[in-house]
């Protein structure tokens, strides 16, 4: 009889024991898991379940109270699409428990103070709009959250602060009005106008030069003033607060579960928010970056079905918001994201697919970079086409149709994502467009926006096929985009060319590398190449001496063509030479200008082979910049993958130093650890003289570290400064020959290299920033042309 | 147990394990069997492996192709196409190696399971290329799954070796 009842409640059966050899991590994970999923795959309400949660977590309070508080905050930091969830559930807890609400207020100021001592400013924004939603919930007091936003607003009134970092306060007090705004402004109307008062005027004098830099679109002629700031985050939220404050604060989109328990939260005693004084600028503070709304669709664009919310309602800033932070808590795990993005509450009054479309394409064209690995929104878009085969795809065709036809003002990084975007999921999808639908730029000049990026789309597309399947897949029409057979030019190639300079030694060279020649041997071939550059050369032969360089690379790479693998075998077998050849920095020029008339037809190869030989150290990172803007490839200078070489070359750069700072911090902190251990052993005699000893390599080991990070900051630096000093002498020409001819100065040309250096400064910024006093005397100073000194400028305003 | 002790903890390292989860990038059940060293070392090498096995693929995928794609999640070390052993030919899979584990998780994320040709293609955690294993193990040379296939596909020789001499 014994043995049925302890096996009737299992559980409890011998509840000590059990409690005593549980895991308390196991406990932990229970807890957080029961917090977590609280409503998922249940078929009771949501109000139901918050209420059991609340009874067990009531229950729990003695024993795990501080691992209850830790759970709580940690999903009110990082779960902030499910605010009201857990605002909820707080306010039930705080109802019953009147203690834990105020401890759990307690820890949220302060997990508030460290997100921004360690500038992790986004997860504050959701910790401030959790505590605002506290309000609500009858857990915090409306005039204490409207004080604290009273020190918010203050900050604008700071002196010598930048303004990205008034601008953070102000987000984070107008982004919590959607859920709050209504029930501060029933308890302190006539604060709440003030703070709104000081908001208007704070914007106002704001300044916007920065906008430009950072908007996907922009016009030819620059917008008026009013026009582009509504596209700043900011300016975009606060017409939406205006819309709201003049409906009176009614929000109907935010599901709130906490009215359902209105009469039990109403008896509950609220806690005061202590006064919180936002924490001083400092040195370290890194603010967020400006940021510009990305708007595609609006309300014409689903006539079937429910309208979408205009761009002034704040329903439209709330729906965004949690849609993007689902993306944040999922993009690691694509099913999951897809299914959480389509069970976004309130999917039948709003047209789901179109907002989930259009934030991942925010996403996707945020300047200067996406929030997450570009690949990852091509795929979480298929994943949501699989997912919704009956719709989503059309969403999506509409999309990119509305895409192409605003390319004309689109901002050329985004193009570049773009295409990046399309012909990888065309990719997936057998190719298959309408490519006649888009016929209109046949007509056009092959520089304009549409034929440019129908032209790089087919070249990104065979890269992942092959050449004939490309010139299957468009309309005979669009030939003249289709990209060229991407087939190796030797020049010694054929017997009518026997005429030219080094062909006898290009055969003999063929001839030895077949027969697995080696380094000495070719040397000793090429000792027969004269040198049209001077009239002695030395014995060795090793000054610059472009012919060699010519006979050498051409007949190598042609001879290597097959594949990647062959090439890169060959550069490889060969290095000593390329070496030898490319000493000089005209040698190194000269290399890439070869491999550039070998491969012109293979833009993907030049691509690998100049990465090949960086990282071999055929040619250095000033090479490549020089080159990419040397003359011989002012033909290419627009087209997609140029940029994708110079910018995979700085991110090289970038890299190498990274690499070897890490290098020296480690050996800085073996010493350390070396010294730590001395001190604390015993010593005696012996070992103060072997740690001599072993201190000897470990400190010269850092010096030789500290010169190589040194060298290798500098040559970063010069990289930099090479390529703005090229952009400026380029833009320069064609600004004085625009002036000069009368002509305008807005040619495709001149918005694409623009934008080009734009991007430089974006991609980068962080270590351009060390730059910025250089930069300031030595490059872009006064005597500069406005037009470029305003990119310049623009770049500056970004963390002003 | 106070709740101050929870303060500074809280912000820096806490998560939450539903935020952790990581399901594409985790190693799957296959181990090789031809490899050399004890389970738990073929693991260890799997975990901080940055090469990929990619199978699935088209005979006639290059080399270029399966560079471009798997360049989109991060730079490409090495890729080792996958051949006959007695015909010395393509055969339908290869390694990718990235220069981090980053990369390579993000391929694991974002490429396996899309295609390439077509296909939809497959990648695995490799414990890492040795000589020798960019051949194919089936008794005809080419992978023991087109040994036995009884299905037609065209990217892969048509009907499996066991149909084709049947």
């Known amino acids: 009889m014994s043995r049925r009842r302890h096996s009737d409640d299992s559980d409890a059966g011998q509840p000590h024991k059990r409690r005593r050899t549980s895991e308390p991590s196991e406990i932990e994970e229970r807890l957080e898991s029961l917090i977590c999923r609280v409503g998922e795959k249940s078929n009771s309400s949501l109000e139901s379940n918050l209420e059991g949660l609340a009874g067990v977590l009531e229950a729990d309070l003695p024993n795990y109270k501080s691992k209850i508080l830790r759970i709580l905050c940690t999903v009110a930091r990082l779960l902030p699409e499910k605010l009201t969830v857990y605002t909820t559930l707080v306010g039930l807890l705080n109802a019953r428990n009147y203690n834990f609400g105020g401890e759990f207020v307690e820890a949220m100021i302060r997990q508030l103070k460290e997100c921004l001592k360690v500038n992790m400013y986004n997860e504050a924004v959701h910790l401030v709009r959790f505590l605002s939603d506290l309000v609500n919930c009858h857990v915090i007091a409306a005039p204490s959250m409207v004080a604290m936003f009273e020190n918010f607003v203050s900050v604008t009134q700071e002196e010598d602060v930048p303004q990205v970092r008034c601008d953070w306060y102000m987000f984070a007090f107008l982004s919590s009005l959607p859920w709050v705004g209504k029930e501060l402004y029933e308890k302190k109307d006539a604060e709440m106008d003030r703070l709104l008062s000081q908001t208007e005027s704070y914007l106002k004098r704001r300044q916007k030069i920065h906008v430009p830099m950072l908007q996907v679109w922009t016009a030819d002629k620059p917008h008026p003033q009013e026009e582009v700031s509504k596209l700043y985050y900011l300016d975009c939220l ?156 059309q969403v999506l065709a509409q999309a990119t149709e509305m895409l192409y036809m605003r390319l004309d003002t689109m901002n050329t990084t985004c193009v570049d994502r773009f295409i990046n975007w399309f012909s990888h999921h065309l990719s997936n999808f057998q190719f298959r467009w309408s490519w006649e639908d888009w016929s209109d730029c046949l007509t056009q000049d092959l520089e304009k926006p549409k034929p440019k990026f129908v032209r790089e789309v087919l070249e990104k597309c065979m890269r992942l096929s092959y050449h004939q399947r490309i010139i299957d897949i468009v309309p005979a029409s669009f030939s003249v985009l289709s990209p060229a057979n991407p087939v190796c030019i030797y020049k010694y190639g054929d017997e009518s060319n026997r005429s030219l300079p080094g062909y006898t030694v290009a055969l003999c060279l063929t001839i030895a590398i077949k027969n697995k020649a080696s380094n000495d041997e070719i040397f000793n071939i090429l000792k027969d190449v004269p040198n049209p550059n001077q009239d002695d050369d030395d014995d060795e032969g090793f000054t610059f ?240 042309d406005h037009h470029i000194l305003a990119v310049f400028q623009q770049f500056c305003a970004l963390q002003a | 147990e106070s709740a101050s002790g929870g303060g500074a903890a809280m912000c820096s390292g806490g998560t939450l394990s539903i935020l952790r989860s990581d399901s594409y990038a985790e190693l799957s059940q296959y181990r090789d069997q031809h490899f050399r060293g004890t389970r738990y070392d073929q693991e260890r090498l799997l975990r901080k492996s940055c090469t990929l096995y990619v199978g699935n693929l088209s005979f006639y995928t290059t080399e270029e192709q399966i560079h471009e794609l798997f360049s989109k999640s991060g730079d490409i070390k090495k890729v080792i196409m996958g051949l006959d052993k007695v015909k010395k030919t393509a055969c339908g899979f290869c390694f990718v190696e990235y220069y981090t584990r980053g990369d390579a998780e993000n391929a694991m994320r974002f490429i396996n399971g899309t295609r390439l040709d077509d296909r939809i293609i497959r990648t695995d955690w490799d414990a890492g290329f040795k000589e020798g294993r960019q051949y194919g193990r089936g008794r005809s040379g080419g992978q023991v799954r087109d040994e036995y296939r009884q299905d037609y596909d065209a990217g892969r020789g048509g009907y499996g070796k066991i149909v084709q001499c049947q």
């Open chain 1, 545 to 784: 001496n472009p012919l060699k360089i010519e006979v050498f690379v051409q007949t190598l790479l042609h001879l290597a063509a097959k594949s990647f693998s062959h090439s890169f075998s060959a550069l490889a077998k060969f290095h000593e030479v390329f070496k030898t050849l490319a000493e000089s920095d005209e040698g190194k020029l000269h290399v890439l200008r070869v491999v550039y008339e070998v491969w012109k037809n293979h833009p993907q190869m030049i691509a690998v082979l100049v990465d090949k030989m960086i990282r071999t150290q055929i040619v250095d990172c000033a090479a490549v910049a020089n080159w990419i803007f040397s003359s011989e490839l002012a033909h290419d200078f627009t087209r997609f993958y140029i940029w994708e070489i110079l910018h995979s070359t700085i991110r090289k750069m970038n890299k190498h130093v990274l690499k070897i700072h890490k290098e020296l911090e480690e050996t800085k902190a073996r010493l350390a650890r070396q010294h730590k251990r001395r001190d604390s052993d015993d010593d005696d005699d012996d070992d103060d003289r072997s740690s001599d000893r072993e201190d000897g390599p470990l400190e010269e080991q850092i010096e030789r570290l500290q010169e190589k990070v040194e060298s290798a900051q500098s040559e970063q630096k010069n990289l930099f400064l090479v390529i703005f000093q090229r952009f400026i002498m380029l833009l320069t020409e064609h600004l004085v020959r625009c002036e000069t001819g009368g002509i305008d100065v807005f040619t495709p040309w001149y918005k694409s290299c623009i934008e080009r250096l734009q991007q430089i400064f974006l991609q980068h910024h962080q270590i351009i920033q060390q730059y910025m006093v250089t930069l300031e005397n030595l490059l872009f100073t006064a005597e500069l």
């Open chain 1, 238 to 393: 606060w017409s939406q607060i205006q819309k709201l404050k003049k409906d009176r604060w009614q929000e109907r989109h935010i599901l709130r579960p906490y009215l359902a328990f209105d009469s039990i939260l109403c008896e509950a005693l609220q806690h005061n928010l202590p006064p919180f004084t936002p924490p001083p600028h400092t040195e370290d503070s890194v603010y967020p970056m400006p940021r510009v709304i990305f708007r595609m669709f609006d309300y014409t664009d689903d006539p079937e079905g429910p309208v979408m919310p205009g761009s002034h309602s704040v329903e439209r800033f709330v729906i965004e918001e949690n849609l993007h932070c689902i993306i944040k808590s999922h993009w690691k795990e694509r099913k999951t994201c897809a299914a959480q993005l389509l069970s976004y509450p309130g999917n039948n009054k709003i047209p789901l697919n179109y907002h989930i479309v259009e934030v991942i394409f925010a996403e996707l064209f945020q300047l200067p970079s996406p929030p997450h690995i570009e690949v990852m929104y091509t795929t979480l878009l298929i994943e949501l086409c699989k997912l919704q085969p009956g719709s989503l795809p």
